[in-house]
């Protein structure tokens, strides 16, 4: 099994930024490297939402009230994806959780980290 340690979250005061890092533990580059990688996220009392999700070939997207705020990236030699949150607002706050996916059968889930926004 493939285990995706999450890191970087924590209590930030609205306006401020934070780095999310997710790394692959077990796969191997070559593995890393054929998964589309995607942010998520749960806020107390709602369902889990897409945040953003990053193609094998770059192409990138975003839930709407985070464009221009956050960007998703992947490190295919560190075998890991990242997701900067500037500009957090309070509504940001939710345990954020990593995917990779290949296909209907083939994913993976980090455990979730806490991101809080608040003063």
């Known amino acids: 099994q493939e285990q995706l340690v999450e890191s970087g979250g924590g209590l930030v005061p609205p306006g401020g930024s934070l780095r999310l890092s997710c790394r692959a533990q077990?796969?191997?580059?070559?593995?890393?490297?054929?998964?589309?990688l995607g942010w998520y996220r749960q806020a107390p009392g709602k369902q889990r939402e897409m945040v953003a999700t990053?193609?094998?070939?770059?192409?990138?997207a975003y839930e709407d009230s985070v464009k221009g705020r956050f960007t998703i990236s992947r490190d295919n030699s560190r075998k890991t994806m990242y997701l900067q949150m500037n500009n957090l607002k309070s509504e940001d706050t939710a345990v954020y959780y990593c995917?990779?996916?290949?296909?209907?059968?083939?994913?993976?889930w980090g455990q979730g980290i806490q991101v809080t926004v608040s003063s």
């Open positions: 990053l193609t094998t070939t770059g192409t990138t």
């Open positions: 077990r796969m191997i580059f070559s593995t890393f490297i054929s998964y589309s």
């Open positions: 995917n990779l996916v290949r296909d209907v059968s083939t994913e993976y």
